[in-house]
């Protein structure tokens, strides 16, 4: 029976999970051998590579170009001091590989692209985007949709955040949002501030999408936009709809990623 050649190590670590009637041992055995990709281990990164790597997903790939500042230490919580100036991917390896020998971290140190992203995304069991640009996320939602990968989008901004999971049969990021807003004016979060613990709301969320979809259980956030108001300690989810239109979802779907220009508004060309 699937699961049962679970070591004692292993029943010991995941007990937790293993006692549930939704995940047992055979649960346990399927985050063993999932494959997840974490786009950006930043603020939403953190969290979301922290519970991932502690459920036991067995092989945990992040992409992300970018090297730990001191600024980021408020909110990117698998960082630390010592780690300033070194790649983001390294300091990721070193919290995973600390914190679980069962896991395969797979370190990225590239930013994703229209060049790369179809052999980065090809074959994952989910796909995290904890992204901070808009050309990125387009990119994510466009290469996942294609390839039939499902995925988590997670945003941040000062109190608020947002996430969203689109699966193979439902709508998608460009359903909700077809075009990128002009440049200039959505402030990042090194213009508008956020607040620290905002991004471990949202970043929870998106890696309990993962787990959920890994083991085939609940209820997904799929045609639901959720939008968190730390502020207020709210909750509001926002039914949406495939757009029979819509260029990658939709009736007439673009055949690759080629085809979008990935500045500006991220339109199909």
Known sequence: MPGLDLDPTQLDRYSRHIIMDDVGPEGQAALLDADVLVIG???LGSPVIEYLA????????VV?????ERSNLQRQIVHRDADVGTPKVDSARRYVDALNPDVDF???????????????VADRDFVVDCTDN???????NDVCVLAGVPFSHGAIYKFEGQ?????PDGPCYRCVFPEAPEEGTVPDCATAGVLGVLPGTVGCLQATEAVKSILGVGDLL???LLHYD??????????????PDCPVCGDDPIESVEDVEYSGGCTVV
Do not use: K, Q
């Open 163 to 167: 996430a969203i999971t689109v699966t």
């Open 64 to 68: 992300d170009d970018d090297t730990v």
């Open 134 to 140: 808009f050309g990125t996320r387009y990119l994510v």
């Open 222 to 224: 799929t045609g639901r």
């Open 106 to 120: 797979e370190g990225h140190d590239v930013r994703l692209t229209r060049e790369n992203a179809r052999d980065l």
């Open 54 to 61: 502690a459920a036991g997903v067995g092989t945990l790939a």
């Open 41 to 43: 281990a930043g603020g």
């Open 230 to 243: 730390a502020a207020s300690v709210g909750f509001e989810a926002v039914p949406i709809a495939r757009n």
